[in-house]
């Protein structure tokens, strides 16, 4: 008794079981690409990434200890809350303490706000721009390309593995930062919540910057084909961007105004940000405080000008966050937007 032979397409013969096996071996054969992209971007770019994820454990570990120290000397002195300054009653009499509390503590908090604030920068360097960029210029794209994964998908391996990494590193780095903040920022160290360094490494803004400079630096070594060109460029656009929302920054929500009359002590709280002053009229409208500085007769300027009082436009502390998921918002999409046109750009170079 014989059995029946089905033949396939090569000709060859094979019995349904053999079939079955065969799809299955197309299936897994059909999955396997995008497992050994990641693979192979992970071997790529090892060094790198270990760099990363060593200085998110250390840069962790510093902060947790610092922030013990700085908390230990906070509640032997009393100082919460209190600044060289302050016009908190409990505050009176710590202005040594709060001075030997910043000569002790603020460099190293300063230390840890700058490479935050630098990190989105050294991503875009050292993992954005030679991502793409190496394999264009030493071109080893070819051989990948040549096989059976497509362009579209090869670009997608390379950025979603690096986008995780710097994703879970910033995200950890700013949760750990924003802990050690909670202790000893602002009024106490010095360094307040909208200054450059210190808005520019709470919350989200670092993780969306740093995901901004991965997109940058895939965009530009896709572009210009040229790592060290690549790098250059990077540096500079996320130098650019940085600054630009230095400047808009104030703009992202509207202020809060407050108004002292003439003879009254005009402060805001040490947490307030202050972003303009001058003096206002009887009519409600605003003379800048420069109208009358050449002025000898500094009194007898504001009288002409009718000036009844002073104001401050501020955003107090409660705008912080707020300000910081907007500015993050925006960097998102613009990191958004970057990786849709370096898809397009290879999908229209290379099918």
Known sequence: MSTTAHLGASGRGGTAHDAGDTDGERAAAGRAPLRGLVW??????????????????????????????????????HIAGCSEISL?????????????????????LQLVEMGLLLLPALIGLFIGAPLIARELEAGTHKLILTQSVGPLRWLAAKIALPALVVLAATTALSLVFGRLWQVGGDEVSGSYWYSTAGFGSLGPVPVAYALLGLAVGVLAGLLLRRTVVSMAVTLTAIAVVQFAFTQLRPHLMPVVTTRFGRGESAQLPDSGWLVAQGSYTGSGGRVPDTACQPYSDYEGCLRRHDVVGQYMDQHPVSHHWPLAWIESGIVLAVAVVLTVIAFRVLRRRHG
């Open 88 to 108: 908190v009653p409990r505050c009176a009499g710590t202005q040594a303490a709060v001075t030997e509390f910043r000569t002790a503590y603020r460099s190293s």
């Open 40 to 77: 192979l971007v992970w071997r790529q770019h090892r060094l790198v990434f270990g760099v990363l994820c060593a200085a998110t454990v250390g840069g962790a570990v510093w902060c947790a200890v610092l922030r013990g120290q700085m908390a230990g000397f906070i509640d032997a002195h």
